[in-house]
């Protein structure tokens, strides 16, 4: 929706994740759709997925070959930029079923599975036992990597949050991990405020309610619990100071999402 209803210049540009979804042809008349209702998110989605690639793209050319995706979905990295990707190993995790179905779409649309994507299934909250699948299937701790995470924390419990992170902050030093987090609705702009509230609403009606909201300090406490060396918050107004600035159509992400970024 960016690609076809923004102006650019694109903050990404990602045309396959559509065909890979393929939804029905009506998608666009959907409520969750609307292009004005969605400016927000729309822009907050793919600031955070350019800020991921950029970060990823930058610790590549330094050496780092290891990039793990948690809750990967259906992320298109690995097929839109091989360039970067393939010379890589990078691992994506997620819930048995939608990366099945994500593995078929992939086959379907002929990219395939390449040796250099290892596709891990896992559920967080209930499955400790995520870092040793990511081990078995070729993850080096001792080497250094990129671990990112969008839009999944929001859906975990802080238990689940904490014990993802622990072994994370076991990585090689020089690893990065980006990872977003929702923060409670007091500390939105207020106009932002009864929005958010009804996404809320919604998404407890569809039986996936936002469970984990953390302050800033509360984030950072989080990542010095679990053994990170260093930790900062990056905001939604970095993210526009990046990717936004000169805009003249008032595309902007929405203040509720934020990044912890931490290294080991």
Known sequence: MHVEIDSPPHVLV????????????DWRRRPDMDPRATRGYRAGIVARARFIEDLVTEEAGHGIGQYVILGAGLDTFAQRRPE??????????DQPGPQAWKRQRLIELGFGIPEWLRLVSVDFETDPSWW??????????????????AGVTLYLTRDAIAATLRPIATIAPGST?????????????????????DVQKSARAAGTPFISFFSPPEVLSLASDAGFTQAK????????????????????????????????
Not at 87 to 93: I, K, N, S
Not at 134 to 149: H, I, K, M, Q, T
């Open 177 to 197: 991990l980006a990872m977003t987090f929702i923060l409670p609705l007091e500390l939105l702009d207020p106009e932002e405020r009864p929005q958010q509230q």
């Open 132 to 149: 040793e699948r990511l081990v078995a299937v070729g993850f080096d701790a001792s080497r250094p990597a990129v671990v990112a995470s």
């Open 233 to 264: 918050v990056v905001y939604a107004a970095d993210l526009i100071q990046c990717y936004f600035t000169g805009r003249t159509d008032g595309l902007r992400p929405s203040s509720g999402e934020a990044f912890l970024v931490a290294t080991t």
């Open 14 to 25: 990602d045309e396959l994740g559509l065909r890979l979804a393929a939804p029905d042809d």
């Open 84 to 93: 970067i990707a393939s010379h890589l190993r990078v691992f994506e995790v």
